[in-house]
Structure formats: structure tokens, C-alpha cells
């Protein structure tokens, strides 16, 4: 058996494949050893302790739920310059999707569905910036998402885009070609309100130009 996980991983190695460095977090010493002892054999992924927390790409975080104790911790690897953290949780619901997705995690396991190989892929993808999350918890989740636009965004003219209904507009007349004036007389507006409209656009989302602020709507599906 340790002959062909030697293997894997001089296979691994040889393939220029670089191993995902793991910090390893439980609320109980039994279940960090258990996933500890499942992660160290594989070759995609390295495990490192407290002391080398600096050099982790991933935290994998394993607890029963979503409490302020583990909100603690999650916080604290961020804080901990660790760029990823995979959530493995006994109990998960739409509450503590919300409550952990504020906290920063990248992806959500629950710990009934967790198996070495399907962990190992979890931590991949989150190194790589890609999410992962229980199919009927994101539809939760974007249920929710769909409420708070409706009710809480939209009647304040507001979009999860950090785009307003009038910024869309005057981005959708300068994508036509109007210049500063054609467009306050459109929409009624001063030049100067397009100007501070404009300004507040590409400050806010931190683009170049009026151009560069055309081609994020556009790219967002505004325009």
C-alpha cells in the first residue's frame, strides 16, 4: 500500500503537479486526526500544522455547525493570510450558508457526503478560486438571494452589481456613443450629474475610464 501511494505521489511530482498546501481545523481532536490521516497519504495535497499556517492554501474547517466558535476560527485563518477555507459541517441550512459565506468560505461540504477522494477535489477547486456547495443549499441560497434584490434592493434602485438603474442607463447612452451633454438631455439630468454619475462608477469598481466602466456592464450583462 505504501509502495503505490510512494508511487502516486513521485507520479504526481513528475507531472508538475503542484500539491495543495492544507491547514486542518476540527472542533474535536478525533475528527482532525481522522481527516488528517485521510489527506496525508495523497499526493495532490500537503498538510501543514498551526506553525506553518502562512503557507496554507486551503483551511479545511470540520465541525458539527455553524457557531460562533467556528465563525472564530474561519475569521482567524483569513486574518491568517490563508486565502481559502473549506467548510465540512454535520449540519448545514439555509442560515448558515448565509452566515458562512459571510465569513469568506469557499466551499461547503456536509460531513455525511464526505469521502477522501470527493475532499481532495474540494480543496483542488477552492485552491484553483472555484466554490462548491450542496445542490438544494444553492438553491436555497439564491432563493434568497432573489428575495433580497425584490424587497430590499430594487425599490432603493439598487443591484447586487454595485450598478444602480440610473448608472446602468448612463453607461447604456455612453456605450451609443452620446458624449456628457447628449446624455443629460435624455435623461434630464445636469452635466454635471453625469459627470459625478460617471466619476462614481469607475471609482467605486475601480475601473480606468469611461471605456474600461462600458466594457464591465457590458461584460456583467447590463448593456
Not at 462614481?200 to 466602466?213: G, Y
Amino acid at each position: 500500500m505504501s509502495d503505490r501511494i510512494g508511487s502516486e505521489r513521485i507520479l504526481a511530482d513528475r507531472a508538475g503537479t503542484q500539491r495543495a498546501k492544507v491547514f486542518i481545523y476540527a472542533d474535536d481532536p478525533i475528527s482532525q486526526a481522522g481527516v488528517a490521516s485521510q489527506l496525508r497519504p495523497r499526493p495532490e495535497v500537503q498538510v501543514v500544522d498551526a506553525a506553518e499556517l502562512d503557507q496554507a492554501e486551503v483551511a479545511v474547517v470540520v465541525a458539527e455547525r455553524v457557531d460562533e466558535e467556528v465563525l472564530r476560527v474561519m475569521r482567524a485563518v483569513r486574518r491568517g493570510s490563508v486565502p481559502r477555507t473549506v467548510l465540512i459541517a454535520g449540519s448545514l441550512d439555509d442560515a448558515a450558508v448565509v452566515t458562512a459565506a459571510e465569513a469568506g468560505v469557499s466551499a461547503l461540504v456536509r460531513r455525511s457526503e464526505v469521502t477522501p477522494e470527493r475532499l481532495v477535489s474540494v480543496i483542488l477547486k477552492a485552491r484553483d478560486g472555484g466554490a462548491e456547495m450542496p445542490a438544494d443549499l444553492l438553491a436555497g441560497l439564491l432563493g434568497q438571494v432573489g428575495r433580497l434584490q425584490r424587497q430590499v434592493l430594487a425599490p432603493r434602485g439598487l443591484r447586487f452589481s454595485g450598478l444602480s438603474d440610473r448608472e446602468v442607463e448612463v453607461l447604456r447612452l455612453v456605450a451609443d456613443g452620446l458624449d456628457t451633454g447628449e446624455i443629460a438631455r435624455e435623461l434630464a439630468f445636469s452635466e454635471r450629474t453625469i459627470k459625478s454619475v460617471l466619476h462614481d462608477v469607475t471609482t467605486r469598481l475601480q475601473l480606468r475610464n469611461r471605456a474600461h466602466a462600458v466594457a464591465f456592464a457590458v461584460r456583467e450583462g447590463f448593456i
